[in-house]
C-alpha cells in the first residue's frame, strides 16, 4: 500500500475540484479526521497495516462531496475502488476502507473496531476545544443549502443530533465524552434564551 502517494494523489485532487461552498466538508476536515483517526488508532493499539487503512479510509470518507452532498459516502467508495488499486491496494483492503466510509453515514452504524475508530474520528470536534470555531463551517455550509435558516434551526438540530450521538471507542468516551456534554448544556442554554 503507497499510503504517501495516495494520500498526496486524493488532498490535491480534493484542493483542486471540492466545491468553494464547503465551508465544513473541506480539505480542512478531511485533514483535521485523519489527525483524529491517526491519533486514535494508536491510542486503540492498532497494528501498522489497519493503521494504514484506517488513515486511508480518513483521507476518502467526504471524497464523494465532489459529486455533491447526496449519497456521498456510497459516491466516496466508488471514488476509492477507482483510484487504490493503482497505489497497491487489494479488493480486501478496499472492502475494509469502504466499511469505514460506510460507518461515518448518520446515523453511524459501525460493525468493527476499525469502523468505530473511523466514526469517531470524524465526529473528534463534538469533544473539542475547537468546536464552536468548526461547528460554525457546518452551520454556513448548512444554511448554503437551505437546510437551516437561522441560528435556533441550528441549535434545534445540535441538541437531537448530540443526544442522538455517541462515541464508540474507549479512546474517545474517555477523552471526548465530557466536553460534548458540556457543549450539549450550552446550546440548550441558548435555546432557552
Given amino acids: 500500500m ?3 502517494g495516495v494520500k498526496k494523489f486524493i488532498l490535491q485532487k480534493l484542493k483542486d ?6 465551508s465544513y466538508h473541506s480539505i ?3 485533514k483535521d479526521v485523519l489527525q483524529a ?3 486514535l488508532g494508536k491510542s486503540e493499539k ?6 494504514t487503512l484506517l488513515k486511508t479510509a480518513a483521507l476518502f470518507h467526504d471524497s464523494g462531496f465532489l ?3 447526496k449519497d456521498h459516502e456510497l459516491k466516496s467508495c466508488d471514488i476509492a475502488r477507482k483510484y487504490l488499486p ?3 491496494y487489494d479488493d480486501t483492503q478496499i472492502d475494509k476502507i469502504c466499511g469505514m466510509i460506510m460507518a461515518t453515514r448518520i446515523p453511524q452504524t459501525p460493525k468493527n473496531h476499525l469502523e468505530e475508530i473511523l466514526a469517531d474520528a470524524d465526529l473528534d ?5 475547537d468546536f464552536f470555531e468548526i461547528s460554525n463551517f457546518l452551520f454556513g455550509e448548512m444554511k448554503f443549502f437551505g437546510v437551516i435558516h437561522d441560528e435556533d434551526d441550528w441549535n434545534r438540530i445540535q441538541v437531537k443530533f448530540f443526544e442522538a450521538h455517541h462515541y464508540f471507542t474507549d479512546t474517545a468516551i474517555m477523552n471526548r465524552k465530557p466536553q460534548k456534554e458540556k457543549y450539549l448544556e450550552i446550546i440548550k442554554e441558548k435555546l432557552n434564551h
Wanted: glycine share 10%; net charge negative; proline share 6%.
Fill in 17 to 22: 475540484d471540492l466545491p468553494t461552498h464547503l
Fill in 37 to 39: 483517526a491517526t491519533t
Fill in 46 to 51: 492498532l497494528n501498522s497495516s489497519d493503521l
Fill in 86 to 88: 493503482e497505489f497497491g
Fill in 28 to 30: 480542512f476536515h478531511v
Fill in 67 to 69: 459529486f455533491g452532498p
Fill in 2 to 4: 503507497n499510503f504517501t
Fill in 125 to 129: 470536534y463534538l469533544g473539542r476545544d
